[in-house]
């Protein structure tokens, strides 16, 4: 059964900063792996899907690798801006693919 | 980009009344919908995949009889809470499914429970 952790849960940091946020999963067999912004009370923003056949996707100053050997995303947050500040969830497909397990999620605050 | 929508946003009701949520996507049709809900500072946790034309599948442990859940049409699924309980009260997210492995987001359904 697949289980997708997440770490930090929570972070603080100063404008201007680069960033990493964790994410690990248990089923290496995954054809994909997503993160996703949410502010609070919102849903949920697709920021980065990385295929299992890829080993990472950049948008902006987002970057998330994907390593499925170790079972392990990262999403790399470059040059942090107040405005970055929501909770990151990376979700992996569960026991079919069309199902999504979710991270615990980490709740980002970047301080002006 | 896909859009998917709920309706409504926000609502409150009293215990024992029920209360129904839409999910439609709004320029694509969707054979599958998901249905999530995320209690406060917690991740979301998949309840029931939603099939046009066939019955729902639930997640171990959510009550069928207490969460209704319907897909009359390619572009709408509904969830019914039934008898709502304040225990019921969380955010409520829908996602369609676009391709193999892709879903589009609904924007949520905060419900309170009174």
């Known amino acids: 059964k697949q289980e997708v952790t997440q770490i930090p849960a929570a972070l603080s940091v100063p404008e201007g900063e680069n960033l990493v946020l964790n994410c690990s999963f248990t089923?290496?067999?995954?054809?994909?792996l997503q993160w996703f912004r949410q502010d609070p009370g919102k849903g949920l923003t697709s920021l980065l899907l990385?295929?299992?056949?890829?080993r990472e996707q950049t948008s902006g100053r987002l970057n998330a690798s994907l390593d499925k050997s170790s079972g392990r995303s990262t999403l790399y947050i470059a040059a942090s801006q107040p405005g970055d500040s929501a909770t990151y969830l990376c979700?992996?497909?569960?026991?079919?693919?069309?199902?999504?397990?979710f991270g615990s999620g980490t709740r980002l605050l970047v301080r002006p | 980009g896909a859009v998917v929508s709920q309706h409504p946003s926000r609502v409150i009701c009293k215990s024992g009344t029920s209360v129904k949520i839409e999910c439609r996507s709004l320029?694509?049709?969707?054979?599958?919908m998901f249905w999530y809900r995320q209690f406060p500072k917690q991740s979301l946790m998949l309840m029931a995949t939603?099939?046009?034309?066939?019955?729902?599948?639930?997640e171990q442990g959510v009550e069928k009889d207490k969460f209704l859940i319907n897909h009359a049409s390619l572009t709408l699924s509904t969830l019914t809470v039934t008898s709502a309980h304040p225990e019921d009260s969380s955010f409520y997210i829908c996602?369609?499914?676009?391709?193999?492995?892709?879903?589009?987001f609904g924007p949520g359904t905060r419900l309170t429970v009174t």
């Open positions: 996602s369609a499914r676009t391709g193999p492995y892709e879903q589009y």
């Open positions: 089923d290496s067999a995954i054809y994909n």
């Open positions: 990385i295929q299992s056949s890829q």
């Open positions: 979700a992996a497909p569960g026991d079919s693919s069309y199902k999504l397990i």
């Open positions: 320029d694509f049709q969707a054979t599958t």
């Open positions: 939603s099939n046009e034309g066939s019955k729902a599948t639930y």
